[in-house]
């Protein structure tokens, strides 16, 4: 584990989350946290696709219990059974784990991919004809939205995990979908030759290198000239940095899971235009700002109950009503109500910035950066959107009191 840094203290305020299927990889995972660390935290997702899943769920966490790691079961519901299955559950499955992730406090959750995960999906992605980037494989961290997804185990051969249960009498589920030669990972799994798998996990390590050596060239070169708002939008008075590192920045305020391709940011760039839009985010130049990186009006999501743990449009969390009733609220954007308030920051971002409505009405304005002006109550939002790009991790001041704002890498 200290090839991901330093960690928060071990204690319960600094919980580490673990995700666990029931298989032997993740309960070695979980057998081998619960050593590295006291406050683990697994949950255990019930896909809900086998009449035994419930069963296998129950029996997981009693094992986890003996390990001394306290367990929560997640179920999905609503899966269709064809032939995207697996990768319609991976995605329920994520959503689900960082939710209770949020839920618990984590600020990581780790993962049981090993080296033959890593094997398939390079094999997978050679034969689709990926390039350098595709070939590099799974990161063994990686920024999700409001958390960081670890793999530690990404350099260890599933025969070691099973072993390690074995001498230490430990029993798992096996999964019969993974002997489905329905899907592509278990071809893949069942055909490659062991020399093969040794050919593409040394390409892998290669790609690897590059990647790791580009990003953090990324990193640092977002330190400088670049000025996070924390009213949700970038800010540039440098000038524009280059398209790979704008379409990290572009993915954080999308809040999508990845960043649009450098080549499509590069032909926007190439554009008459002073304007752009892609991913439901728009890059355009203001005469107060200069450039300004910010979330597409028209784009925003749909109306949300008005919650404490909700999420609307991908960004922003109700953290504090200040006294002011939510029941019967929706979160919704201000949008053209904006108009008479908050001054202090472009128009277009005033645009998508949350309120809490009520019956058609506006009932409750942001407090996010001080803003002025108009009759309303105040309530507090919280950005809930990716805060991290590439290996640096993000993190603001308040411009108000400092000034400043930047990168850490």
Request: glycine share 10%; proline share 5%.
């Amino acid at each position: 584990m200290d090839a991901f840094g330093p960690f928060p203290p071990d204690c319960p305020d600094y919980t580490v989350g673990l995700a666990i299927s029931g298989g032997a990889d993740s309960l070695a995972l979980a057998w081998l946290a619960r050593r590295w660390r006291r406050h683990v935290v697994a949950f255990v997702v019930d896909h809900g696709l086998r009449q035994s899943a419930a069963d296998e769920a129950r029996q997981t966490i009693r094992t986890l219990a003996s390990f001394g790691v306290s367990a929560h079961l997640l179920t999905l519901h609503g899966l269709r059974r064809d032939a995207r299955l697996q990768e319609e559950a991976r995605s329920a499955r994520y959503a689900a784990l960082i939710e209770a992730c949020a839920a618990f406090g984590c600020l990581d959750l780790m993962v049981a991919h090993h080296a033959e995960d890593q094997i398939e999906t390079v094999a997978m992605r050679s034969a689709a004809g990926s390039g350098p980037a595709g070939l590099a494989g799974m990161a063994a961290s990686r920024e999700l939205t409001g958390i960081r997804l670890l793999r530690p185990l990404l350099g260890v051969r599933r025969g070691r995990l099973r072993a390690t249960l074995d001498a230490h009498g430990v029993r798992w589920i096996e999964d019969p979908s993974n002997d489905n030669r329905r899907f592509e990972r278990v071809r893949f799994r069942q055909d490659l030759s062991e020399p093969d798998r040794l050919k593409l996990w040394t390409q892998a390590n290669a790609f690897g290198v590059l990647r790791d050596e580009r990003a953090a060239s990324h990193a640092r070169g977002l330190v400088t000239g670049v000025l996070w708002h924390p009213a949700g939008f970038f800010i540039f008075p440098k000038g524009l940095p280059p398209a790979d590192r704008l379409a990290t920045l572009w993915r954080v305020i999308s809040s999508r899971a990845y960043a649009p391709g450098a080549e499509a940011i590069q032909k926007l760039l190439e554009g008459p235009a002073e304007t752009a839009t892609l991913h439901g985010v728009l890059l355009t130049r203001t005469e107060r700002w200069g450039w300004v990186l910010v979330r597409e009006p028209a784009a925003v999501g749909k109306s949300i109950r008005a919650t404490s743990d909700g999420v609307w449009d991908g960004r922003w969390r109700l953290a504090n009503a200040a006294g002011t009733p939510i029941e019967d609220c929706t979160i919704a954007a201000i949008g053209s109500a904006a108009a008479a308030w908050a001054r202090d920051i472009p128009g277009v971002v005033r645009r998508s910035l949350p309120a809490l409505w009520r019956d058609g009405r506006l009932e409750a304005i942001p407090d996010i950066c001080r803003l002025r002006g108009g009759n309303f109550r105040r309530v507090s939002f919280q950005w809930s959107g990716s805060h991290r790009a590439s290996e640096g991790s993000f993190w603001r001041h308040d411009p108000f009191s400092t000034g400043k704002c930047g990168w850490r890498l």
